[in-house]
T-cell receptor
Framework: DTAVSQTPKYLVTQMGNDKSIKCEQNLGHDTMYWYKQDSKKFLKIMFSYNNKELIINETVPNRFSPKSPDKAHLNLHINSLELGDSAVYFC??????????????FGPGTRLLVL | GESVGLHLPTLSVQEGDNSIINCAYSNSASDYFIWYKQESGKGPQFIIDIRSNMDKRQGQRVTVLLNKTVKHLSLQIAATQPGDSAVYFCAEKGASGTYKYIFGTGTRLKVLA
């Protein structure tokens, strides 16, 4: 029944490794997002895809690469992990068509710790 | 402009009292606003939203007020309960055609028994 799901929930890894986080939504939404939440709880958007097309690409190191195989999935791959990448990563989705509620729904988050 | 990471402000409220959480938004062209509640270890959860053509909207125990003149948004929680303890975020979205949501820095609400 989960609307927006992410895996894994926790990810502990060594510096320099490559890792992926997966996100799936079953709400039929056309837009998906990745956010990074730092230790001060600040939520910053990283990427957004609309119908599998990249529409938001904030100032994020190119070690981060999103991939959307279809409208319901948005994965995040991170190369050469650094200590500063430690954070909680949230996936979200929304329906952006005019006249339809545009609320974003968030996943439970992936807690990434880079050692 | 966008908010930068700041110390998370905290609001402490006695159980049963009303809470008011404030938010200053950045873009006068924003036309859609959302309040989220984030409990510890969970993702942000939708509480209530409002469009720029309204100045007030009520839900169950919550009211959102929008003052476009001063770019200010507030969330009022009536009869605050222990389960309301969380971090609350406001988010703004630009005019139609914009996909980007900008989040405020958040306010931690502590409900005192």
């Amino acid at each position: 029944d989960t609307a927006v799901s992410q895996t894994p929930k926790y990810l502990v890894t060594q510096m320099g490794n490559d890792k992926s986080i997966k996100c799936e939504q079953n709400l039929g939404h056309d837009t998906m997002y990745w956010y990074k939440q730092d230790s001060k709880k600040f939520l910053k958007i990283m990427f957004s895809y609309n119908n599998k097309e990249l529409i938001i690409n904030e100032t994020v190191p190119n070690r981060f690469s999103p991939k959307s195989p279809d409208k319901a999935h948005l994965n995040l791959h991170i190369n050469s992990l650094e200590l500063g990448d430690s954070a909680v990563y949230f996936c979200a989705s929304s329906q952006t068509s005019t006249g339809i509620q545009e609320t974003q729904y968030f996943g439970p988050g992936t807690r990434l710790l880079v050692l | 402009g966008e908010s930068v990471g700041l110390h998370l402000p905290t609001l402490s409220v006695q159980e049963g009292d009303n809470s008011i959480i404030n938010c200053a938004y950045s873009n006068s062209a924003s036309d859609y606003f959302i309040w989220y509640k984030q409990e510890s270890g969970k993702g942000p959860q939708f509480i209530i939203d409002i469009r720029s053509n309204m100045d007030k909207r009520q839900g169950q125990r919550v009211t959102v007020l929008l003052n476009k003149t001063v770019k200010h948004l507030s969330l009022q929680i009536a009869a605050t309960q222990p389960g309301d303890s969380a971090v609350y975020f406001c988010a703004e979205k630009g005019a139609s055609g914009t996909y980007k949501y900008i989040f405020g820095t958040g306010t931690r609400l502590k409900v005192l028994a």
